[in-house]
């Protein structure tokens, strides 16, 4: 069935001609008022105060000064020589303008008064001899930066004139025909513009800084930028400084630990595997149903993880819906702008490579035991359960045996002239039992972690040219990663490529047209493990690793794997995995008139993805004989294709006017219409005939075919409007009118509105005296209201289900066999829509001590309503699933605090620390469970809660078991070392009760499973081309409730085959003595009842009884790692200019160097969820030691 979805079907002609007209009677409107604001408001060289009346008697031009900076806005400047003259001023009138009085006061004093917009100056009149003396002169010098290098390339220009130079490779200057009085401007990209006053001076050194987002920067906002003093919404920015040199190998990668409010979780079931990308989620869930940010490169829809983090020149993220609102149904949950690097104009020709090469380590590996050690305390387990041995007397023998080299008495044990040598360089001799069939010949004593992973080479390469003219400016780029992984088993890494051009030009003085390219390829190869249709190889490996001890051999005496699951990494054949995205976007922007632009932007992307699998065929083996005499298991190849194409067009206009040096107005309208296509196919068979040939073509096999189409559109209308007065108070409002194809015609419209205020307090008279210590403040509050279309396509359609079965009554008559039937069609709601995300923001911007120091603060509030989720139950004669509906709400707040300190403590020495700190928490505040059962949503619920019994401790005696209450619900038998649980409601025994929040039995929230109180820190400092950073990320608060399935690698034992336990999982119940084949030590020294893990058993019920989720084996998941860190060197340019060079710099960087946590070894605190064997499983990030040049030609 086709969808009708285009614009022409869900948006219909009168709707438009509607539409258009509220926008051009409102576009009229506003363009009609300012006008006539502007003709009716006579606009000077500055803001006109009211007449004033002063009266002076004999008074000081100090008090003078005073008084008229009282009684206006007006700002006096002046050195301490005009205030010691020594004369008086006797002066009285009424109604006068400031004008009149300044020019009573020059005539008296002699001084010279110049007014420049709200600022006055004052200064002596000079003597006609100083006049002839200040005649213009030579004025040179040396410019340098914070660390004391020269800069080459610096604009030194005389302020208000065209006369100027550039630095020369040594950063010195020098200009002739200078005036005394003049200012001089120095420029630099990347740094902040100088300005110097001559004073006469012969000899002007000047030390350039590097620009930060201070309240005067300019940051990217939704259609636009605004500075950051004017900004009433929530925004935090990161620049390419701090992503430079990151071993990451993509975006979202980089970016953890250098945003608040944002949460990066593992995406995929496979951890930190080589390409990975991170989930991201702006304060918090704001959905059940999910959504996610929207991420916009260069003003489009983009996947952060297909750039080049070398091209970002800055990533901006919006936060509250004040922010993102202009953003309408595609943002609810925020907005990240990033911007690509671009070339300047009047920007010399530069290329610059930047290449690193990475040494790639696995992570700290889990502490095995030996396997005399292991075998000893599986035995202890195993004795807790049973009454006999897991390993042997006699094999236990063999172990010792073989730690010690007496293969001799190995020989001796197995049957007559079996040689010794083959006891050395076999694992294991091929017994027949049930474990794992040679696994207890005692010839093994395997770390299979140290087998499995070990290090490898990564490395990257990043080429970019810029420069531009007068009137256009360009930028290209290439970059290439090659991206290792830790993994020994099988071919496994990650390739990419990218390429980047861009060029801006202007074709008139009035009219500017860029186009941009992107080109992405990728390429992802791991062996598959004989899992074709899941991304399950980590999985399967770290489970593999979590529970294979050190009696397990590798291989057995013949020379074939021990185990198949070990053998399928290295035969069983691969997955690669290619995408590919490639973008066109124009840009073209119009001003008619001064203050009036007018821009329209076209983008088109198309994205391939294609896999190719394979899995070889082979044989079982004979354990007995050796031979592959078992059963074959089939090849088979799996081929999935996946395109989407998608295209978007924006046109807006906006106008900006400023009325007498304090009202500042803006205003913009436009509309935006986006569609996106989406086509899977998917092919599989089996029965290879040319294993060397991976194709549909050479199976043999009846082939498997899946095909899904999908097809969406938008269409959107949006306007802000926003004023300030004297950049002092502020207001903005931002509109959203939007349609999806994803809703029933009649619902699919939505009108989304915001507004936001802010003071800056700090601009007010009464904070001059707080100035010197509080240099800025400002507070500001938002509410903003967004749609969330982020939701299961085609729940306005009723499909009709196909199975995939057959009915036997129901015959084929063209074929042999039967058919399958379609099932009865879903229902439909007449009402489905939007969900609404409604959002509060209070936040405070500060900064103290000249702005070394900046506080920024937000506290918010999102409601999401209208949630989709499930109805109200109808009865069973209705045939039909009952359809969805909006009648589910979701609460979050939280708070978000960023600190930022940044000082230049002299000598070519400078230092920053950046801290970031949030949290957020999420609770249901409505949802259709009207039992309030807690295994699904329910009403008042924190979304992250985690439901566990409460532990008093361990049992220690018989008789405390015997006058405990009763514990049969969990489990029959009970052991001193087993965990004694708490009644919560006092009814004599331990139970879950009805499941439900009003009767939970003996359980309670023991903890919550979400970050809580996150926080990094980045820190660094310069020194004369030294430059130093580190980058650290962590969490205060996490839980994880663990049970026996999912918690063997974080208890360690689980049944008879799976049980594992490390050297850090020894701290368990022991009350009886050990001997040489029982227990951790011989002797009473075994004997631990003082112990934190319970009584092991090599059964999964026993250990259940235990293991399940309780308040003592609550995981403390609170971490802080050492993300990144930095240390490099750029060579003075005296020295790179030598060698043709604009800049030469070298680098160290490491990667995930150090991690402090509560976990056992092998647990990473960052890989909760994903693996469906169990939390943990999976792949963690690796430790990268990386060197790298960064050269500018």
Known sequence: MKKKCEMSHFLRRNDLLKIWMIMKFTFIFWMVFVVQLSASVYSPAYAQ???????????????????????????????????????????????????????????QTGLSITIVRDQILVKKNLPAKDVLFQQPKTVSGKVTDSGGQ????????????????????????????????????????????????????????????????????????????????????????????????????????????????????????DGYQPGAEMNMDIRGIGSLNGGSPYVLIDGFEGNMNSLNPGDVESVTVLKDAAASAIYGARAPYGVILITTKSGKKNQKFSATYNGRVSLVTP????????????????????????????????????????????????????????PVEQVKFWDAYPLTNGWWASNLAGHANNDYWDMATGSDISHSHNFNIQGGSEKTAYYVALGYLDQASTLEWGDDYFKRGNVIAKINTEITDWWDFSYETRFMKSQRHYPNAGRLDNDDTYNILFHILHNTGPLQPFTNSFGNWAQSNVRNFFEAGFNNNEKTENWQTFKTEIRPVQGWKINADFAYQSWDYYSSRYSRAFREENWITGELSGAWVNSEVLKIHSSDYYWTTNAYTSYERRLNEMHNFFLMAGMQYETGTDRNLRSGAKGLIVPDIVSLQTATGVPTVQ???????????????????????????????????????????????????????????????????????????????????????????????????????????????????????????????????????????????DQKLQIDFDWYERNTTDMIGPAEAKPGVLGADVPRSNNASLRTRGFELVLKWKQNLGNALSY?????????????????????????????????????????????????????????????????????????????????????????????????????????????????????????????????????????????????????????????????????????????????????????????????????????????????????????????????????????????????????????????????????????KDYRPDRIYSLGVTVTY
């Open 912 to 1176: 920053f620390v950046n801290l970031n700190l949030y949290d957020a928490k999420s609770v249901v505040t409505k949802f259709n469970n009207p039992t309030g059962i807690l295994s699904t949503w329910r009403e008042g619920q924190q979304i992250d809660e985690i439901w566990g019994w409460s532990a008093l401790g361990l049992f220690q005696t018989q008789e405390e078991i015997d006058a405990h209450v009763d514990q049969s619900y969990i489990y029959n038998v009970w052991n001193t070392g087993d965990v004694k649980y708490e009644d919560l409601n006092d009814d004599g025994k331990i139970d879950m009760g009805s499941n439900t929040v009003s009767d939970p039995g003996d359980r309670k929230i023991i903890g919550y499973s979400a970050p809580h109180y996150q926080y990094g820190i980045f820190a660094g400092l310069n020194y004369k081309g030294f430059d130093f950073s580190m980058l650290w990320k962590g969490t205060a608060k996490r839980d994880y409730g663990f049970t026996v399935d999912t918690g063997t690698n974080y208890y360690g034992w689980k049944n008879a085959v799976w049980s594992h336990p490390k050297k850090d999982q020894l701290d368990y119940y022991r009350d009886q003595p050990g001997t040489k084949y029982v227990g951790l030590y011989e002797g009473e020294a075994n004997i631990n009842t003082d112990a934190y893990y319970a009584r092991p058993y090599t059964g999964k019920s026993a250990n259940a009884k235990n293991f399940n989720i309780n308040s003592r084996y609550l995981a403390n998941y609170a971490y802080i790692k050492l993300q990144n860190v930095q240390l490099g060197y750029t060579f003075p340019k005296s020295f790179s200019s030598k060698m043709g060079l604009q800049n030469l710099k070298v680098y160290f960087t490491g990667e995930n160097l150090i991690r402090v946590d509560h976990l056992p070894k092998g647990l990473d605190a960052q890989s909760v969820a994903g693996s469906y064997k169990s939390p943990g």
């Open 707 to 849: 095909e899904s189409l999908g097809h969406w559109a938008t269409e959107g209308f949006f306007g802000r409007f926003s004023y300030n007065y004297k950049e002092k108070y502020l207001f903005e409002s931002n509109v959203r009118y939007d349609g999806t194809s994803r809703f029933l015609e009649g619902n699919r419209w939505g009108f989304f509105p915001s507004f936001s205020a802010g003071w800056v307090v700090s601009k007010e008279n009464f904070w001059k005296q707080i100035i010197p210590v509080i240099n800025t403040l400002k507070i500001r509050g938002s509410w903003g209201e967004l749609g969330n279309q982020q939701v299961a396509a085609y729940q306005d359609l009723a499909l009709i289900p196909i199975s995939k079965t057959s009915l036997d009554w129901l015959p084929n008559y063209n074929a042999v066999g039967q058919i399958g039937y379609t099932q009865t069609p879903t229902l439909v709601s007449q009402f489905l829509t939007w969900e609404t995300a409604s959002t509060t923001n209070f936040g405070l911007n500060a900064g103290f001590l």
């Open 363 to 418: 992570a700290p590996l889990p502490p095995e035991l030996d396997s005399y050690t292991f075998a000893r305390v599986l035995n202890e387990g195993q004795l807790n359960y049973f009454s006999t041995y897991a390993v042997a007397p006699e094999t236990i023998d063999r172990i010792i045996a073989y730690q010690n080299g007496d293969y001799d008495y190995i020989a001796s044990t197995f049957p007559d002239n079996f």
């Open 150 to 269: 020269p800069l080459p390339g610096v604009t030194v220009v005389l302020k208000g004139t065209t006369q100027g130079t550039v630095t020369n490779a040594d950063g010195e200057y020098s200009l002739n025909n200078i005036p005394a009085d003049a200012t001089l401007q120095f420029s630099f990209v990347g740094m902040k513009i100088q300005e110097i006053l001559v004073a006469g001076k012969a000899n002007i050194n000047v030390t350039m800084e590097e620009e930060t987002v201070g309240i005067e920067e300019v940051v990217a906002i939704g259609y636009g930028t605004q500075k950051k003093i004017n900004i009433t919404g929530s925004v935090d920015v990161v620049s390419s400084e701090m992503l430079e040199n990151r071993a990451s190998s993509n975006m979202s990668q980089a970016l953890q630990g250098q945003l608040s409010g944002i949460d990066f979780s593992i995406s995929g079931r």
């Open 49 to 107: 105060p009211a007449k004033l009346k002063v009266e002076f008697k004999e008074a000081t031009i100090k008090e003078v000064i005073d008084e008229i900076e009282k009684q206006t806005d007006l700002t006096f400047f002046f050195s301490g020589d005009v205030l010691n003259t020594g004369q008086t001023i006797t002066l009285k009138v009424r109604n006068t303008s400031v004008d009149e009085i300044l020019d009573l006061v020059s005539e």
